[in-house]
């Protein structure tokens, strides 16, 4: 996953594309900037990214 995958959602592992698609703009664009970064450091791990995107709405 690169950064122009994470800004295209649906290239996005199913299960955070999905969590991504109900969010609202700003929070939906703030989750896919946290994602490049855990990306880069998680190495793609689902769980994380899926924790990512749980915490941007929380």
Do not use: F, K, N
């Not at 698609?21 to 899926?50: H, I, M, P, Y």
């Amino acid at each position: 996953m690169t950064a122009d995958t994470l800004a295209t959602p649906t290239a996005l592992p199913g299960e955070v594309a999905a969590r991504l698609e109900s969010l609202g703009q700003e929070d939906r664009e703030r989750a896919l900037r946290l994602l490049q970064v855990a990306e880069r450091s998680c190495g793609g791990d689902v769980s994380v990214l899926v924790a990512v995107v749980d915490a941007v709405t929380s």
